[in-house]
């Protein structure tokens, strides 16, 4: 393949992955915006039921690394993973720090492994499965791309509504903000503009790798969308449709 007609290969992938950023933006927002109002207890059903894609995510970013070759891009992901563990302090660990967001708000430690919506649990392990079974430009796509950046779209969102809701801002003093911090801030921009320029150095090697990629992110839109839905069901919660 000629470096014109990869380009426009490139091109038109990224245009691709854009808009379907900007259609989770519009569809995250409208399903998140009950979450300014709703009592307290749904509230922290949501966030109980959310921390399942923590707990997955880690282990499938730890398998993606297992799975791409040796180069800068699984460097990257060996990266983000150290990250997401807390770079060497489990007490950093993104998936504690959630942990700790809950007690702050009330939540007993030993009732955070209850009551997970099994629609969500078939649908990570799927996930998880396709990580490892799947070509890993196709794991690339669902793990890296969608973790990193529809994921992200989900967290801020999330976070931009259920701060409005008057239950919140009455235990703002005593609620543990550090995980919010991290995915609603720099880092988190910072990591989606690191991928984006590792994938098109790795499509550059191997320009086949893109139809993995386009599979892979397609996919990751679809289970964030059927996962928040299953989220609202287990809370009692009644989203807005787009």
Same mark, same amino acid.
């Given at each position: 393949?000629?470096?014109?007609?990869?380009?426009?290969?490139?091109?038109?992938?990224?245009?691709?992955?854009?808009?379907?950023?900007?259609?989770?933006?519009?569809?995250?927002?409208?399903?998140?915006?009950?979450?300014?109002?709703? =009592?307290?207890?749904? $509230?922290? !059903?949501?966030?109980?039921?959310?921390?399942?894609?923590? +707990?997955?995510?880690? #282990? &499938? /970013?730890?398998?993606?690394?297992?799975?791409?070759?040796?180069?800068?891009?699984?460097?990257?992901?060996?990266?983000?993973?150290?990250?997401?563990?807390?770079?060497?302090?489990?007490?950093?660990?993104?998936?504690?720090?959630?942990?700790?967001?809950?007690?702050?708000?009330?939540? =007993?430690?030993?009732? $955070?492994? !209850?009551?997970?919506?099994?629609?969500?649990?078939?649908? +990570?392990?799927?996930? #998880? &499965? /396709?990580?490892?079974?799947?070509?890993?430009?196709?794991?690339?796509?669902?793990?890296?791309?969608?973790?990193?950046?529809?994921?992200?779209?989900?967290?801020?969102?999330?976070?931009?509504?259920?701060?409005?809701?008057?239950?919140?801002?009455?235990?703002?003093?005593?609620?543990? =903000?550090?995980?919010?911090?991290?995915?609603?801030?720099?880092?988190?921009?910072?990591?989606?503009?690191?991928?984006?320029?590792? /994938?098109?150095?790795?499509?550059?090697?191997?320009?086949?790798?893109?139809?993995?990629?386009?599979?892979?992110?397609?996919?990751?839109?679809?289970?964030?969308?059927?996962?928040?839905?299953?989220?609202?069901?287990?809370?009692?919660?009644?989203?807005?449709?787009?």
């Amino acid at each position: 393949m000629d470096q014109q007609s990869l380009q426009a290969l490139k091109e038109e992938f990224w245009r691709m992955a854009d808009n379907a950023r900007t259609q989770t933006e519009y569809l995250a927002d409208r399903k998140l915006q009950s979450l300014a109002h709703v =009592p307290l207890d749904v $509230l922290k !059903k949501v966030f109980v039921q959310y921390r399942y894609f923590t +707990l997955f995510y880690i #282990s &499938d /970013l730890a398998l993606l690394v297992y799975r791409l070759p040796f180069g800068n891009l699984r460097s990257l992901m060996a990266d983000f993973l150290n990250d997401e563990l807390g770079n060497g302090q489990h007490t950093q660990a993104h998936q504690r720090l959630y942990d700790d967001f809950l007690v702050s708000l009330g939540i =007993p430690r030993e009732e $955070l492994e !209850k009551n997970a919506h099994p629609g969500n649990l078939q649908l +990570l392990g799927e996930m #998880s &499965d /396709l990580v490892m079974k799947a070509s890993p430009w196709y794991a690339v796509g669902l793990r890296g791309m969608g973790g990193e950046c529809l994921c992200q779209v989900y967290l801020a969102a999330m976070h931009t509504h259920f701060m409005k809701n008057p239950a919140i801002q009455v235990l703002a003093d005593r609620m543990d =903000p550090r995980f919010w911090d991290i995915h609603t801030g720099e880092v988190d921009i910072e990591h989606r503009e690191r991928l984006r320029a590792a /994938l098109m150095a790795a499509v550059d090697e191997d320009p086949s790798a893109l139809e993995g990629l386009v599979g892979g992110y397609r996919k990751s839109k679809g289970v964030f969308d059927r996962f928040w839905d299953n989220i609202f069901e287990a809370a009692g919660v009644t989203a807005h449709k787009a």
